[in-house]
Protein backbone atom coordinates (compact mmCIF):
# COMPACT_ATOMS: atom_id res chain seq x y z
CA UNK A 1 0.00 0.00 0.00
CA UNK A 2 1.27 3.42 -0.81
CA UNK A 3 1.05 6.25 1.61
CA UNK A 4 0.15 9.32 0.14
CA UNK A 5 -1.35 12.38 1.91
CA UNK A 6 -4.73 12.19 2.74
CA UNK A 7 -6.57 13.86 5.88
CA UNK A 8 -7.30 10.22 6.80
CA UNK A 9 -3.85 7.81 6.21
CA UNK A 10 -6.08 5.04 8.46
CA UNK A 11 -8.40 5.44 5.98
CA UNK A 12 -6.75 5.33 2.97
CA UNK A 13 -5.05 2.06 4.58
CA UNK A 14 -7.78 -0.01 4.11
CA UNK A 15 -8.50 -1.78 0.40
CA UNK A 16 -12.31 -1.08 -0.90
CA UNK A 17 -12.88 -3.53 -3.79
CA UNK A 18 -15.60 -3.89 -5.84
CA UNK A 19 -17.14 -0.72 -5.90
CA UNK A 20 -19.49 0.24 -8.78
CA UNK A 21 -18.25 3.41 -10.43
CA UNK A 22 -21.06 5.47 -9.35
CA UNK A 23 -20.92 4.42 -5.79
CA UNK A 24 -16.77 5.25 -6.20
CA UNK A 25 -17.40 8.68 -7.69
CA UNK A 26 -19.84 9.33 -4.85
CA UNK A 27 -17.10 7.74 -2.37
CA UNK A 28 -14.62 10.22 -3.15
CA UNK A 29 -15.52 11.89 0.16
CA UNK A 30 -13.34 9.74 2.05
CA UNK A 31 -10.35 12.03 2.80
CA UNK A 32 -9.17 16.16 2.08
CA UNK A 33 -10.57 19.23 1.57
CA UNK A 34 -12.55 20.30 4.90
CA UNK A 35 -14.48 23.25 5.28
CA UNK A 36 -15.12 25.22 8.21
CA UNK A 37 -17.93 27.11 9.38
CA UNK A 38 -20.42 29.24 7.31
CA UNK A 39 -18.14 31.27 5.38
CA UNK A 40 -16.64 27.62 3.76
CA UNK A 41 -19.53 26.79 2.81
CA UNK A 42 -21.01 28.26 -0.21
CA UNK A 43 -18.54 27.62 -2.20
CA UNK A 44 -18.39 24.02 -1.33
CA UNK A 45 -22.10 23.60 -1.99
CA UNK A 46 -21.81 24.88 -5.25
CA UNK A 47 -18.77 22.66 -6.30
CA UNK A 48 -20.71 19.65 -4.53
CA UNK A 49 -24.55 20.05 -6.53
CA UNK A 50 -21.83 20.38 -9.64
CA UNK A 51 -20.47 17.18 -8.99
CA UNK A 52 -22.81 15.12 -7.15
CA UNK A 53 -24.03 12.17 -8.85
CA UNK A 54 -27.95 11.73 -8.25
CA UNK A 55 -29.77 10.46 -5.31
CA UNK A 56 -28.91 6.81 -6.33
CA UNK A 57 -25.01 7.63 -6.42
CA UNK A 58 -25.02 9.13 -2.61
CA UNK A 59 -26.97 6.50 -1.21
CA UNK A 60 -24.86 4.11 -2.55
CA UNK A 61 -21.82 6.02 -1.19
CA UNK A 62 -23.12 6.26 2.07
CA UNK A 63 -24.14 2.26 1.80
CA UNK A 64 -20.35 1.46 1.36
CA UNK A 65 -19.50 3.78 3.91
CA UNK A 66 -21.66 1.58 6.02
CA UNK A 67 -19.95 -1.70 5.06
CA UNK A 68 -17.17 -0.68 6.06
CA UNK A 69 -17.98 0.55 9.42
CA UNK A 70 -20.10 -2.66 10.16
CA UNK A 71 -17.21 -4.76 8.61
CA UNK A 72 -14.93 -3.04 10.58
CA UNK A 73 -16.57 -3.44 14.32
CA UNK A 74 -18.04 -6.51 13.24
CA UNK A 75 -13.78 -7.98 12.97
CA UNK A 76 -12.90 -5.77 15.91
CA UNK A 77 -15.68 -7.71 18.33
CA UNK A 78 -13.42 -10.74 17.71
CA UNK A 79 -9.84 -9.45 16.47
CA UNK A 80 -9.00 -6.87 19.23
CA UNK A 81 -7.23 -7.92 22.52
CA UNK A 82 -8.68 -6.45 25.47
CA UNK A 83 -11.77 -5.48 24.51
CA UNK A 84 -13.89 -5.17 27.73
CA UNK A 85 -16.71 -4.26 29.68
CA UNK A 86 -17.94 -0.68 28.70
CA UNK A 87 -15.78 -0.74 25.20
CA UNK A 88 -17.09 -4.42 24.19
CA UNK A 89 -20.02 -2.94 24.81
CA UNK A 90 -19.62 0.02 22.68
CA UNK A 91 -18.63 -1.80 19.82
CA UNK A 92 -21.24 -4.33 19.66
CA UNK A 93 -23.99 -1.24 19.86
CA UNK A 94 -22.10 0.77 16.82
CA UNK A 95 -21.95 -2.60 14.68
CA UNK A 96 -25.76 -3.14 15.24
CA UNK A 97 -25.89 0.53 13.99
CA UNK A 98 -23.60 0.06 11.33
CA UNK A 99 -25.24 -2.85 10.27
CA UNK A 100 -29.32 -1.47 10.47
CA UNK A 101 -27.67 1.56 8.33
CA UNK A 102 -26.72 -1.23 5.64
CA UNK A 103 -29.77 -2.52 5.89
CA UNK A 104 -32.22 0.92 5.32
CA UNK A 105 -29.90 2.06 2.67
CA UNK A 106 -29.65 -1.04 0.77
CA UNK A 107 -33.58 -0.79 1.04
CA UNK A 108 -33.23 3.18 0.06
CA UNK A 109 -31.25 2.15 -3.50
CA UNK A 110 -33.70 -0.02 -4.20
CA UNK A 111 -37.24 2.36 -3.47
CA UNK A 112 -35.15 5.01 -5.90
CA UNK A 113 -35.10 2.08 -8.52
CA UNK A 114 -31.40 1.90 -8.36
CA UNK A 115 -29.26 -0.96 -7.41
CA UNK A 116 -27.39 -1.38 -4.10
CA UNK A 117 -23.98 -1.17 -3.91
CA UNK A 118 -21.89 -4.44 -3.43
CA UNK A 119 -20.46 -4.85 -0.51
CA UNK A 120 -16.98 -4.10 -0.39
CA UNK A 121 -14.11 -6.44 -0.29
CA UNK A 122 -11.87 -5.31 2.61
CA UNK A 123 -9.02 -5.12 4.07
CA UNK A 124 -8.32 -2.96 7.59
CA UNK A 125 -5.01 -3.39 8.26
CA UNK A 126 -3.27 -3.34 11.35
CA UNK A 127 -6.19 -1.61 12.51
CA UNK A 128 -7.20 -4.71 15.00
CA UNK A 129 -3.74 -4.97 16.38
CA UNK A 130 -3.77 -2.88 19.61
CA UNK A 131 -7.22 -1.10 21.07
CA UNK A 132 -5.44 1.84 20.80
CA UNK A 133 -4.86 0.76 17.17
CA UNK A 134 -8.22 0.17 16.39
CA UNK A 135 -9.75 3.53 18.58
CA UNK A 136 -7.33 5.59 16.08
CA UNK A 137 -8.62 3.97 12.80
CA UNK A 138 -12.65 4.20 14.73
CA UNK A 139 -12.32 7.88 14.89
CA UNK A 140 -11.00 8.47 12.00
CA UNK A 141 -13.84 6.14 10.56
CA UNK A 142 -16.77 7.90 12.36
CA UNK A 143 -15.55 11.22 11.91
CA UNK A 144 -15.25 10.81 8.42
CA UNK A 145 -18.79 9.11 8.55
CA UNK A 146 -19.92 12.38 9.84
CA UNK A 147 -18.33 14.38 6.90
CA UNK A 148 -19.07 12.38 4.31
CA UNK A 149 -22.88 12.55 5.07
CA UNK A 150 -22.85 16.25 5.31
CA UNK A 151 -21.30 16.71 2.84
CA UNK A 152 -23.68 15.14 0.26
CA UNK A 153 -26.56 16.02 2.13
CA UNK A 154 -27.15 19.77 0.56
CA UNK A 155 -27.01 17.60 -2.58
CA UNK A 156 -29.70 15.29 -2.11
CA UNK A 157 -33.03 15.99 -4.19
CA UNK A 158 -35.55 13.86 -2.50
CA UNK A 159 -36.80 15.18 0.85
CA UNK A 160 -37.03 11.51 2.09
CA UNK A 161 -33.55 10.47 1.20
CA UNK A 162 -32.40 14.04 2.98
CA UNK A 163 -34.54 13.39 6.38
CA UNK A 164 -32.86 9.30 6.32
CA UNK A 165 -29.34 11.02 5.83
CA UNK A 166 -29.90 13.52 8.48
CA UNK A 167 -31.29 10.62 10.73
CA UNK A 168 -28.08 8.32 10.13
CA UNK A 169 -25.93 11.16 10.05
CA UNK A 170 -26.62 12.06 13.85
CA UNK A 171 -26.41 8.70 14.86
CA UNK A 172 -22.49 8.40 13.08
CA UNK A 173 -21.53 11.68 15.39
CA UNK A 174 -22.62 10.33 18.85
CA UNK A 175 -20.33 7.38 17.70
CA UNK A 176 -17.78 9.82 16.79
CA UNK A 177 -18.11 10.95 20.17
CA UNK A 178 -18.36 7.73 22.02
CA UNK A 179 -15.52 6.59 20.32
CA UNK A 180 -13.47 9.44 20.92
CA UNK A 181 -14.01 10.09 24.52
CA UNK A 182 -12.32 5.95 24.91
CA UNK A 183 -10.06 7.12 22.74
CA UNK A 184 -9.34 9.67 25.79
CA UNK A 185 -9.98 12.40 22.79
CA UNK A 186 -12.64 15.12 22.71
CA UNK A 187 -15.46 14.07 21.82
CA UNK A 188 -16.44 17.64 20.00
CA UNK A 189 -12.90 19.00 18.84
CA UNK A 190 -14.57 21.82 16.53
CA UNK A 191 -17.63 23.52 16.32
CA UNK A 192 -18.98 22.69 13.15
CA UNK A 193 -17.84 19.36 11.66
CA UNK A 194 -15.45 19.31 8.63
CA UNK A 195 -17.54 19.50 5.64
CA UNK A 196 -15.25 16.63 2.91
CA UNK A 197 -15.35 17.76 -0.97
CA UNK A 198 -16.12 14.84 -3.41
CA UNK A 199 -13.52 15.98 -5.95
CA UNK A 200 -11.14 16.24 -4.19
CA UNK A 201 -11.18 13.50 -1.98
CA UNK A 202 -11.69 11.35 -5.20
CA UNK A 203 -7.51 12.20 -6.20
CA UNK A 204 -6.47 11.56 -2.73
CA UNK A 205 -8.22 7.92 -2.19
CA UNK A 206 -8.07 6.83 -6.11
CA UNK A 207 -4.14 5.17 -5.58
CA UNK A 208 -5.55 2.82 -2.23
CA UNK A 209 -8.54 1.50 -4.43
CA UNK A 210 -7.97 -1.85 -6.34
CA UNK A 211 -9.02 -1.29 -10.09
CA UNK B 1 -48.37 36.47 -1.40
CA UNK B 2 -47.98 33.49 -3.62
CA UNK B 3 -50.05 30.66 -2.30
CA UNK B 4 -48.15 27.89 -0.54
CA UNK B 5 -46.33 25.92 -3.03
CA UNK B 6 -47.69 22.64 -3.53
CA UNK B 7 -44.91 20.71 -2.41
CA UNK B 8 -45.21 22.00 0.75
CA UNK B 9 -48.72 21.02 2.10
CA UNK B 10 -49.93 21.42 5.36
CA UNK B 11 -49.55 18.19 7.82
CA UNK B 12 -48.94 16.91 10.94
CA UNK B 13 -45.61 15.24 10.63
CA UNK B 14 -46.02 11.46 11.68
CA UNK B 15 -42.37 11.54 13.12
CA UNK B 16 -43.58 14.60 15.24
CA UNK B 17 -46.80 12.18 16.28
CA UNK B 18 -44.35 9.39 17.01
CA UNK B 19 -42.36 11.78 19.23
CA UNK B 20 -45.21 13.03 21.61
CA UNK B 21 -47.17 9.75 21.50
CA UNK B 22 -46.39 7.11 23.84
CA UNK B 23 -48.76 4.43 21.75
CA UNK B 24 -47.13 5.73 18.06
CA UNK B 25 -43.85 5.38 19.92
CA UNK B 26 -44.54 1.63 21.06
CA UNK B 27 -45.79 1.27 17.75
CA UNK B 28 -42.67 2.17 15.91
CA UNK B 29 -40.39 0.28 18.46
CA UNK B 30 -42.25 -2.61 17.65
CA UNK B 31 -41.69 -2.00 13.89
CA UNK B 32 -37.98 -1.48 14.81
CA UNK B 33 -37.84 -4.51 16.24
CA UNK B 34 -40.62 -6.72 14.62
CA UNK B 35 -39.82 -6.43 10.58
CA UNK B 36 -36.27 -4.89 11.17
CA UNK B 37 -34.43 -2.03 9.82
CA UNK B 38 -35.83 -2.42 6.20
CA UNK B 39 -39.26 -1.69 8.16
CA UNK B 40 -38.28 0.70 10.18
CA UNK B 41 -36.84 2.70 7.79
CA UNK B 42 -39.75 2.84 5.14
CA UNK B 43 -41.58 4.19 8.62
CA UNK B 44 -38.97 6.59 8.96
CA UNK B 45 -39.20 7.41 4.84
CA UNK B 46 -43.08 7.76 5.20
CA UNK B 47 -42.63 9.97 8.09
CA UNK B 48 -40.04 11.95 6.84
CA UNK B 49 -41.71 13.02 4.11
CA UNK B 50 -44.44 14.07 5.65
CA UNK B 51 -41.88 16.06 8.00
CA UNK B 52 -41.66 18.54 4.97
CA UNK B 53 -45.10 19.22 4.84
CA UNK B 54 -45.88 20.28 8.34
CA UNK B 55 -44.48 24.22 8.39
CA UNK B 56 -47.73 24.70 9.51
CA UNK B 57 -47.67 23.13 12.42
CA UNK B 58 -44.08 23.88 13.66
CA UNK B 59 -44.17 27.67 12.03
CA UNK B 60 -47.04 28.12 13.99
CA UNK B 61 -45.26 27.62 17.39
CA UNK B 62 -43.32 30.68 16.59
CA UNK B 63 -46.09 32.72 14.82
CA UNK B 64 -43.70 32.51 12.05
CA UNK B 65 -45.22 33.37 8.19
CA UNK B 66 -44.19 30.62 6.35
CA UNK B 67 -47.08 30.66 3.83
CA UNK B 68 -44.37 33.13 2.04
CA UNK B 69 -42.75 29.62 0.82
CA UNK B 70 -40.67 31.46 -1.99
CA UNK B 71 -39.08 33.94 0.34
CA UNK B 72 -36.42 33.76 2.44
CA UNK B 73 -38.63 34.06 5.51
CA UNK B 74 -38.74 30.68 6.33
CA UNK B 75 -34.87 29.97 6.77
CA UNK B 76 -34.59 33.49 8.59
CA UNK B 77 -37.21 32.24 11.05
CA UNK B 78 -35.19 28.97 11.15
CA UNK B 79 -32.38 30.22 11.54
CA UNK B 80 -33.46 32.69 14.69
CA UNK B 81 -34.78 29.91 16.13
CA UNK B 82 -31.64 27.61 16.07
CA UNK B 83 -30.11 31.03 17.36
CA UNK B 84 -32.44 31.00 20.10
CA UNK B 85 -30.90 27.74 21.08
CA UNK B 86 -27.54 28.26 20.91
CA UNK B 87 -27.84 31.57 23.16
CA UNK B 88 -29.93 29.25 25.93
CA UNK B 89 -27.34 26.39 25.34
CA UNK B 90 -24.55 29.17 25.16
CA UNK B 91 -25.13 31.16 28.89
CA UNK B 92 -26.52 27.49 30.87
CA UNK B 93 -22.35 27.03 30.01
CA UNK B 94 -21.60 30.19 30.99
CA UNK B 95 -23.54 30.20 34.09
CA UNK B 96 -22.41 26.37 35.13
CA UNK B 97 -19.33 27.12 34.62
CA UNK B 98 -19.26 30.52 36.83
CA UNK B 99 -21.03 28.69 39.46
CA UNK B 100 -18.35 26.85 40.54
CA UNK B 101 -20.12 23.75 40.78
CA UNK B 102 -18.09 21.72 38.50
CA UNK B 103 -14.53 20.99 40.29
CA UNK B 104 -13.76 17.93 38.71
CA UNK B 105 -10.90 19.44 35.89
CA UNK B 106 -11.86 16.75 33.09
CA UNK B 107 -15.69 18.08 33.39
CA UNK B 108 -14.87 21.49 33.70
CA UNK B 109 -12.53 21.30 30.30
CA UNK B 110 -15.45 19.42 28.24
CA UNK B 111 -18.55 21.96 29.92
CA UNK B 112 -15.72 24.97 28.98
CA UNK B 113 -15.06 23.29 25.66
CA UNK B 114 -19.01 22.48 24.70
CA UNK B 115 -19.86 26.31 25.99
CA UNK B 116 -17.18 27.58 23.44
CA UNK B 117 -18.64 25.18 20.80
CA UNK B 118 -22.43 27.28 21.64
CA UNK B 119 -20.66 30.63 21.26
CA UNK B 120 -19.55 29.91 17.94
CA UNK B 121 -22.91 28.83 16.66
CA UNK B 122 -24.35 31.66 18.01
CA UNK B 123 -21.93 33.60 16.21
CA UNK B 124 -22.34 32.03 12.70
CA UNK B 125 -26.25 31.82 13.73
CA UNK B 126 -25.74 35.53 14.10
CA UNK B 127 -24.10 36.31 10.67
CA UNK B 128 -26.39 33.69 8.91
CA UNK B 129 -29.54 35.68 9.68
CA UNK B 130 -27.68 38.93 8.56
CA UNK B 131 -26.46 37.36 5.15
CA UNK B 132 -30.47 36.28 5.05
CA UNK B 133 -31.31 39.86 5.35
CA UNK B 134 -33.37 39.37 8.37
CA UNK B 135 -32.99 40.37 11.82
CA UNK B 136 -31.20 38.05 14.58
CA UNK B 137 -33.57 37.61 17.26
CA UNK B 138 -32.25 38.97 20.70
CA UNK B 139 -30.77 36.61 23.38
CA UNK B 140 -33.34 35.24 25.52
CA UNK B 141 -33.33 36.16 29.03
CA UNK B 142 -32.41 32.53 30.72
CA UNK B 143 -33.58 31.35 34.11
CA UNK B 144 -31.14 28.63 34.78
CA UNK B 145 -31.16 29.42 38.75
CA UNK B 146 -33.53 26.75 39.71
CA UNK B 147 -31.69 24.13 38.31
CA UNK B 148 -27.95 25.32 39.38
CA UNK B 149 -29.17 25.68 43.02
CA UNK B 150 -30.18 21.71 42.44
CA UNK B 151 -26.33 20.97 42.02
CA UNK B 152 -23.94 19.16 40.50
CA UNK B 153 -25.88 15.99 39.14
CA UNK B 154 -28.75 17.94 38.26
CA UNK B 155 -26.91 20.49 35.92
CA UNK B 156 -24.93 17.91 34.26
CA UNK B 157 -28.04 15.72 33.56
CA UNK B 158 -30.02 19.03 32.37
CA UNK B 159 -27.25 19.85 29.81
CA UNK B 160 -27.53 16.10 28.66
CA UNK B 161 -30.79 16.64 28.03
CA UNK B 162 -31.07 19.86 26.16
CA UNK B 163 -28.32 18.63 24.06
CA UNK B 164 -30.38 15.79 22.92
CA UNK B 165 -33.29 18.42 22.50
CA UNK B 166 -30.46 20.60 20.47
CA UNK B 167 -30.01 17.77 17.85
CA UNK B 168 -33.75 16.80 17.72
CA UNK B 169 -34.33 20.51 16.74
CA UNK B 170 -32.09 21.09 14.22
CA UNK B 171 -32.89 17.88 12.61
CA UNK B 172 -36.26 18.32 13.31
CA UNK B 173 -35.67 21.79 10.89
CA UNK B 174 -33.31 20.02 8.22
CA UNK B 175 -36.03 19.54 5.53
CA UNK B 176 -37.61 22.81 6.14
CA UNK B 177 -34.91 24.82 4.97
CA UNK B 178 -34.52 26.08 1.39
CA UNK B 179 -31.02 27.20 1.30
CA UNK B 180 -28.31 24.52 0.62
CA UNK B 181 -25.85 27.15 2.36
CA UNK B 182 -27.82 27.07 5.39
CA UNK B 183 -28.97 23.53 4.91
CA UNK B 184 -25.00 22.44 4.86
CA UNK B 185 -24.19 25.09 8.30
CA UNK B 186 -27.00 23.49 9.89
CA UNK B 187 -25.95 20.02 9.13
CA UNK B 188 -22.29 20.69 10.42
CA UNK B 189 -23.94 22.39 13.77
CA UNK B 190 -26.83 19.44 13.94
CA UNK B 191 -23.67 16.90 14.42
CA UNK B 192 -21.36 18.63 16.61
CA UNK B 193 -25.20 18.73 19.47
CA UNK B 194 -25.30 15.57 18.69
CA UNK B 195 -21.51 14.79 19.67
CA UNK B 196 -22.05 17.08 23.15
CA UNK B 197 -25.38 14.90 23.64
CA UNK B 198 -23.34 11.56 23.49
CA UNK B 199 -20.73 12.88 25.15
CA UNK B 200 -22.45 14.31 28.32
CA UNK B 201 -25.28 11.58 28.61
CA UNK B 202 -22.50 9.29 28.63
CA UNK B 203 -20.76 11.25 31.57
CA UNK B 204 -23.57 10.94 33.14
CA UNK B 205 -23.94 7.17 33.06
CA UNK B 206 -27.38 7.04 31.50
CA UNK B 207 -26.04 4.59 29.38
CA UNK B 208 -27.03 4.20 25.71
CA UNK B 209 -30.83 4.82 26.49
CA UNK B 210 -32.10 6.28 29.29
CA UNK B 211 -35.20 6.12 30.59
CA UNK B 212 -37.26 8.96 28.80
CA UNK B 213 -37.18 10.43 25.26
CA UNK B 214 -34.44 12.64 25.25
CA UNK B 215 -31.91 10.56 27.49
CA UNK B 216 -29.37 8.66 26.38
CA UNK B 217 -26.24 8.65 24.25
CA UNK B 218 -27.94 7.22 21.40
CA UNK B 219 -31.72 7.11 22.61
CA UNK B 220 -33.23 6.13 19.37
CA UNK B 221 -31.04 3.37 18.59
CA UNK B 222 -29.58 3.58 14.67
CA UNK B 223 -31.77 5.92 13.52
CA UNK B 224 -32.14 9.47 15.38
CA UNK B 225 -36.00 11.00 15.81
CA UNK B 226 -36.29 14.91 15.37
CA UNK B 227 -38.83 17.07 16.68
CA UNK B 228 -40.64 20.17 15.40
CA UNK B 229 -40.36 23.81 16.94
CA UNK B 230 -43.70 23.05 19.07
CA UNK B 231 -42.22 20.23 20.73
CA UNK B 232 -38.94 21.70 21.14
CA UNK B 233 -39.85 25.21 22.35
CA UNK B 234 -42.22 23.41 25.06
CA UNK B 235 -39.64 21.29 26.41
CA UNK B 236 -37.12 24.55 26.33
CA UNK B 237 -39.77 26.79 28.08
CA UNK B 238 -38.53 26.10 31.70
CA UNK B 239 -35.53 28.14 30.61
CA UNK B 240 -36.46 31.41 29.18
CA UNK B 241 -37.58 33.96 32.01
CA UNK B 242 -40.68 35.36 31.23
Known sequence: MQTNSTAAPELAAIKVEGLTRSAFLVRGTLAAGAA??????????????AQAGGDIDIVNFALTLEYLEAAFYQ????????????LAKLVK????????HVDALSAAAKQLGGTPAPKPAVDFGQSFASKDAFLKT???FEDTGVSAYNGAAPAIKSPDILAAAGSIVQIE?????LVRLQAGESPAPDAFDKVLDMPAVLEAVKPFIKA | MPEQTTD???????????ARDDSSRKRFLRTLGGAGAVGAFGVLLAACGDDDKKDETTGGASGDTTTTSASAGGDVDIVNYALTLEFLEADFYKQVIASGLVKDPKVAELAKSIGQNEEEHVAALTAAVEQLGGTPVAAPKTNFQPTLDKGLETVLMTAATVENLGAAAYFGQAGRIKSK???AAALSIHTVEARHAAALNQLVGRGFKGKGPLEGSLPDGAFAKPLDMKAVLAQAKPFIAA
Do not use: C, F, W
Request: a negative charge.
Open chain 1, 36 to 49: YGLGAVGPYVSRAM
Open chain 1, 75 to 86: EAATKVQGLDGE
Open chain 1, 93 to 100: EIGTNEQE
Open chain 1, 138 to 140: AVT
Open chain 1, 173 to 177: ARHAA
Open chain 2, 8 to 18: HPREESALDEL
Open chain 2, 181 to 183: EIL
